[in-house]
């Protein structure tokens, strides 16, 4: 009888089926792409959860922000669908939402309380123009200009600001929002300890919902807010003359909404993209914003940009990473409220006051404020932080304090490094002799806020016939310095001495050449 041969440890065995591994966790790019997405029902159930949850997150805001800017509620939620729609497709930024915002309904207010609305759809559509033509002429690339804390001092002003904006819902109101709402808090903090399965938002907004019908309870809901659309959007011009005294009217409306709106846009796809670990194209944003806005505008309304509150709730709350659940989050908001609107307006608030206070306490930047870390930073940058804090929360308005906030890191920049400018004088020969020469070096960078000191360190008295101003180890950056060191040579020269300025860089002696001699 034949014998199974025995296989000795050095042989190799007969190969066999593979066991099938792990498939390898998407990297923070991958996570972006709709295709892998679409293929992978566990990414796309979280793109979809996140989307509702968005939806459900912009009607009262979007309901808020007619209020402000005094048009009809359903202008402010079709405006949300429709800025959310079109940035889905056009944006450089996967995940992030942009709909009908508090900053945008603060400019456009006082247009629609002078001239009525049509004049408001009149600028939207102008502000959209504006921003196509910034983006293609690179304002996007401005963003780079704009430091970490002044970042970090936007964070953290908006963390307030979403904060502030529920306080209103819990004043003046039945004593069962407070422990609706304290319910709200500790499903959105606590479930996901336990699972992430399903955005903890959506279990509190529905468990809330579904408390408040089934016992009756009378308090505030969404559809107290206001009406609910019933209707689709139609297409439309506005009903304005097309003339010179109309865009006199609209324009600087129109280009204050652009500006804001960019600058809001940007900064909120920045700090995406260092939540998510990825970047976005802010070109394509900012064009992106401008498309939205018209598109807005010819749908009658009000115009928008990127909204921080709710893009935080979709990708830090929801966990979501691409243009699906922006797009999602459009459509949902429009079934919603056309289709469901009855459903929708039994939401009660307090749902959505605890889902806000989650988002403003998880944005907030708690690190940038511990003992150790304001220890360990300069003054002048936690300056910088808390100057942008208190513009932006004391004005309501973002774009004023991160303008504020770059000014003031300007200002302390310009500060230090002229202090970082020396000269060292040395005298070789005969002391007041014939052969006698004073050499000045000149260490630092000369511009306006060092070069005005430039002119008193020099000894005009003590000096001899002969003076030598090194400025190997400097840059002459612009007209201040060109002045300063036309007024020191003009001064020697007063007094007979010879003054020879050397080793300037070939910046610097173009700058030089160009205007020495004709600035007064």
């Known amino acids: 009888m034949a014998t199974k041969p025995v296989l000795s440890p050095s042989e190799p065995a007969t190969p066999t089926k593979a066991t099938p591994t792990a498939a390898a966790a998407p990297t923070p790019e991958e996570r972006q792409s709709v295709l892998r ?5 566990k990414l796309l159930k979280t ?115 979403i904060f502030i904006a529920q306080v209103p819902e819990l004043l003046g ?10 319910l ?99 070109t394509r944003e900012a064009w992106g914003q401008g498309a939205a806005n018209l598109v807005t505008g010819f749908f009658g309304g009000m115009g928008g940009c990127a909204m921080i509150g709710q893009t935080m709730i979709n990708v830090k709350g929801s966990g979501a990473r691409t243009r699906i659940s922006t797009f999602l989050a459009g459509v949902f908001l429009l079934l919603l409220v056309v289709v469901l ?3 929708v307006a039994l939401i009660p608030m307090a749902a959505l006051v605890a889902v806000m206070i989650f988002v403003a306490v998880t944005s907030f930047d708690w690190h940038s ?53 020396t000269v060292d004088r040395t005298v070789t020969g005969d002391g007041d002799g014939a052969d006698a020469t004073a050499t000045y070096r000149v260490n630092g960078e000369l511009f306006f806020a060092s070069s005005n000191d430039l002119y008193f360190q020099f000894e005009y008295v003590l000096d001899p016939a002969s003076v030598v101003i090194d400025l190997s180890g400097s840059h002459v950056w612009d007209a201040s310095t060109v002045a300063a060191l036309d007024a020191v040579t003009e001064k020697y020269r007063r007094r007979g001495t010879e003054v020879r300025i050397t080793g300037l860089n070939d910046a610097s002696v173009q700058m030089r050449e160009r205007m020495a001699g004709k600035l007064p």
């Open 37 to 41: 997405t679409l293929r992978s029902p």
């Open 47 to 161: 793109e979809v959860l996140a989307g509702l949850v968005v939806a459900l997150a912009l009607i009262p805001e979007a309901l808020a922000f007619s209020v402000i800017a005094g048009v009809d509620p359903r202008i402010g939620l079709f405006s949300a669908f429709t800025m959310a729609v079109t940035i889905a497709f056009l944006g450089g930024r996967p995940a992030m939402i942009s709909a009908a915002t508090g900053a945008v309904a603060l400019v456009i207010a006082p247009l629609v309380a002078s001239h009525g609305v049509q004049y408001m759809i009149a600028a939207v559509l102008l502000a959209g123009v504006f921003q196509v033509l910034l983006a293609l002429l690179g304002v996007a690339k401005l963003l780079r200009f704009i430091p970490r804390q002044v970042m970090v001092g936007f964070v953290n002003a908006l963390s307030i600001l």
């Open 173 to 182: 109101v039945p004593w069962l929002v407070y422990p609706l709402t304290v």
């Open 184 to 282: 709200g808090l500790l499903v959105v903090f606590g479930l996901p300890r336990l699972t992430t399965a399903v955005p903890a938002s959506l279990v509190a907004i529905v468990v809330l919902t579904a408390i408040t019908v089934a016992a009756s309870l009378d308090v505030p809901t969404v559809g107290d807010k206001g009406e609910l659309p019933h209707s689709l959007p139609s297409l439309l011009l506005p009903d304005v003359s097309f003339t010179l005294d109309t865009l006199k009217v609209v324009f600087p409306y129109a280009l204050a909404v652009a500006f804001v709106g960019l600058l809001e846009s940007l900064m909120t796809a920045k700090l995406v993209d260092d939540v998510t670990d990825t970047r976005s194209n802010k």
């Open 341 to 343: 609107g009855d459903v």
């Open 369 to 421: 404020i511990r003992p150790s870390t304001l220890k360990m930073m300069p003054k002048s940058e936690t300056a910088v932080m808390l100057v942008t804090v208190a513009v932006t929360v004391w004005t309501n308005n973002l774009a004023s304090g991160v303008g504020v906030g770059v000014l003031v890191a300007m200002v302390l920049f310009a500060r230090r490094v002229a202090h970082f400018v």
